[in-house]
T-cell receptor, first 117, second 112 residues
Framework: NAGVMQNPRHLVRRRGQEARLRCSPM?????VYWYRQLPEEGLKFMVY????????ESGMPKERFSAEFPKEGPSILRIQQVVRGDSAAYFC???????????????FGPGTRLTVL | SQQGEEDPQALSIQEGENATMNCSYK?????LQWYRQNSGRGLVHLIL???NEREKHSGRLRVTLDTSKKSSSLLITASRAADTASYFC????????????WGAGTKLIIKP
């Protein structure tokens, strides 16, 4: 059973370009979370999604950031018109549906390191 | 502000010694989790302790939780060079049990 997969692992963009980060959850997991980690800081929650549904996006910046988790395919975190301050590691985590014994244990991917030049 | 705050920010010990890291939080929680992050890598879940538990063990790891003091500690016994990493505590937000709130982490360095 493969773990949570994220790609690309490293992404370099120039200011003003778009960044697309992908996350494939573990098999059987229907919930996906995105976190951002700035250098020397802890992770900060961004968004929580189920397939075709955003549950909580209270941690997402109001502009330029969007996330989706379609019925088929990976979850996508999209950052439009990137700025230098967007440079960070973006982690995706997945968990099984609520009610199972391991609920609330989030399994993390390796992260995508975004560098904005 | 961050819910979880780790203490100390950095810790350097000799291989074989025990390492203790602490985490404090501000609001009521359902559970508290500890994660490890090796430099430049993803996070690895170490242990989850529920609010009605006081102590939990997993191999060389021992976690305690004191809900009256809103604090937790992670003890790594007989440390090894491979334990060198950053350790984070994460708590679930008081109004939900899915959104994890993270501290800045403790950087642990094990000297050979």
């Amino acid at each position: 059973n493969a773990g949570v997969m994220q790609n690309p692992r490293h992404l370099v963009r120039r200011r003003g370009q778009e960044a697309r980060l992908r996350c494939s959850p573990m098999k059987g997991h229907s919930h996906v979370y995105w976190y951002r980690q700035l250098p020397e800081e802890g992770l900060k929650f961004m968004v929580y999604l189920q397939k075709e549904n955003i549950i909580d996006e209270s941690g997402m910046p109001k502009e330029r950031f969007s996330a989706e988790f379609p019925k088929e395919g990976p979850s996508i975190l999209r950052i439009q018109q990137v700025v230098r301050g967007d440079s960070a590691a973006y982690f995706c985590a997945s968990s099984p549906p609520p009610g199972l014994s391991s609920y609330n244990e989030q399994f993390f991917g390796p992260g995508t390191r975004l560098t904005v030049l | 502000s961050q819910q979880g705050e780790e203490d100390p920010q950095a810790l350097s010990i000799q291989e074989g010694e025990n390492a203790t890291m602490n985490c404090s939080y501000k609001t009521s929680i359902n559970n508290l989790q500890w994660y490890r992050q090796n430099s430049g890598r993803g996070l690895v879940h170490l242990i989850l302790i529920r609010s009605n538990e006081r102590e939990k063990h997993s191999g060389r790891l021992r976690v305690t939780l004191d809900t009256s003091k809103k604090s937790s500690s992670l003890l790594i016994t007989a440390s090894r060079a491979a334990d060198t990493a950053s350790y984070f505590c994460a708590t679930d937000a008081w109004r939900s049990n899915y959104q994890l709130i993270w501290g800045a982490g403790t950087k642990l360095i094990i000297k050979p």
